[in-house]
């Protein structure tokens, strides 16, 4: 294991390939508005019969290095291009990626990984993200875009998806948080249960009926208190009889972000992936955000008023 130092803030998994240059990119202009270091990770794992390296000539552990090496060169300027922080640092592990990056997420405020071109409903999800999310402490973030660019997309809103769960309300906190350094307006999406499909805002005209009238408190509820510490932040309520993977795609497709918890109401617990932030982990159009419960953010206008408070 090689590396510079740094100690992680947001950590990016680097395969050589384009869609990990773009997460690098987005991870990079990100550090760069939290104010946090990036360190940047390549783990080659050499496929064995008698486990992780062994057996292998000495000559084929120096191409692999230097193979590493080039990818996180490539990586750096990729990062540095974007605007990344000024805290860069790189790591050369052989292993598995899933165990690396694992290990390096136990103390990391974000884990970020690229995504292929958006799948069907029914397509994969890499093994790598697979055995992140859900199981690591802090977010994990599947950026994939379309466009023909290694430069992270701008504008366009952040949506975060909201229900009943904890781990909603720790989503919705994420997302006012990066709505803020972002500059950008937030769409925060209710998707209510019940079999007509149909949208209802909270500034549509007309009487509601029951059921939208106690889902839109509901949405209400998961948002309150937050208008207090950004106030900057224009929100957008919208409560939907959508399925909730639906209701998000389509609001992701303008969207520069999209957040959601990891496990949730009518979702699976425990170990296992909730079927809705598994479903955009393979489908979402924008970056993806997944907030996994027990995160427990903290606003940041709170950290600075409480500086404000007791001094530096």
Known sequence: MTGE?????????????????????????????????????????????????????PDHFLEMETKGRAWLDRARSTAERAGGPAEIGTELVIGGATATLAERAQHAACTVIGGHAPQSHGGRLGAVATGLMGHVPCPVAIVRWTRETEQPPEGGPVVVGVDGSPTSVEAVVVAYEEAALRGAPLIAVHAASGSRRGLFHHHAEGPWGEGETAEAITLAERLAGMREWYPEVEVERVVTRDAPRDALLGYARSAQLLVV?????????????????????????????VVPRGTRPEPQRSRSRRREKTGP
């Open 5 to 57: 130092g740094v100690p992680p803030g947001l950590v990016v998994g680097v395969d050589g390939g384009t869609s990990a240059l773009r997460a690098t990119a987005w991870a990079a202009s990100t550090a760069a508005r939290r104010h946090k270091p990036l360190l940047l990770v390549t783990a080659m794992d050499p496929p064995t019969p008698y486990g992780t390296g062994i057996g292998m000539p």
């Open 261 to 289: 918890g990891s496990t949730g109401h009518r979702e699976l617990s425990g170990r296992l992936l909730g079927s809705t932030s598994h479903a955009l982990a393979r489908s979402a159009p924008c970056p993806l955000l």
